[in-house]
């Protein structure tokens, strides 16, 4: 008679564990798409990514909760990439609650509690459950500018360029600097995939 030894199923719940662990261990050397910033394009490429400080962030797809959301609905447009990190995961997202296509759009509101500013914001979070959360905002103090450079509504293509100082609530002199911002999109997107139990 075989039975199943005790040794053998803790060792296979260990394995279970620390298999997302390790997997995303594996993913530190591919780290913003090996460092890339994608070019400005407007076909539809599905890219995004910007100069976070001086570091290229670029939230390709490799996992779970990783890579780009693009919705759009009447007057609102919504952009969001995540991204791993070595100490965490990364996000980076902007809201037009004034869209009406191609133009400048200055995103100057912090998001308050209903969410529904004026004329939209920015906002990049970084971090993790184990080390902490840090949001930052655009307000009204620093730059924001989003400017939708092609629409193609045929193809549901939405392509521009941002960027924006966005400000630590808690500490105002801490400012993260997002230039060189780039976006590709086809609306509705989306390629972080939902985890399905």
Known sequence: MNHFKPFTLIRLVCIALLWPLMMGMSNCN???YNNILPPVTHTGANTMGA????????PQHTGYDTGINCETDGSILYIRGEAPESAGQTDLSI????????????LNNRP???FAPLNGNAAYNQGSVIIG?????S????????????????????SG????????PAVPADVIHVTSGRFDVTSPINTVPSMSW
């Not at 809201?95 to 200055?106: E, L």
């Open 30 to 32: 591919k780290e913003h």
């Open 51 to 58: 100069y976070i400080g001086s570091t290229i962030w670029n």
């Open 95 to 106: 809201q037009i609650y004034n869209y009406t296509g191609p133009g400048d759009y200055t």
């Open 112 to 114: 308050p509690a209903n």
């Open 133 to 137: 959360h840090q949001a930052y905002y």
């Open 139 to 158: 307000d009204s103090l620093h730059y924001c500018k989003v400017t939708i450079t092609y629409v193609d509504s045929a193809k549901k293509i939405i």
């Open 161 to 168: 360029t941002f960027a924006f100082d966005a400000v630590n």
